[in-house]
């Protein structure tokens, strides 16, 4: 079924790397997956605790300001384009 092919590509994504629910919704809507199911399988998925944009936040930042150097400007620029908006 479509929610199975989509639950399957969300945890190929997810093997690889953790992302954000707005990442991943991209990553998903490029395999022409229809939102609408999209959604649920990502719903799903944060119930689960497989997907937790805070936890993302968390680490990207702490990634990126500490071990790269970046500014906390640019880890907000880069964590909005990636659908986090507030951190």
Do not use: M, P
């Amino acid at each position: 079924s479509s929610k199975t092919l989509i639950k399957n590509s969300a945890f190929n994504y997810l093997s690889r790397r953790i992302h954000s629910r707005g990442e991943l919704y991209q990553k998903l809507k490029k395999k022409d997956y229809e939102g609408e199911l999209i959604n649920e399988i990502l719903n799903e998925l944060e119930e689960k605790k497989f997907l937790d944009d805070e936890y993302f936040a968390n680490r990207f930042a702490e990634e990126k300001l500490f071990r790269k150097k970046w500014g906390i400007e640019k880890v907000r620029s880069h964590l909005f384009v990636k659908g986090i908006n507030r951190i």
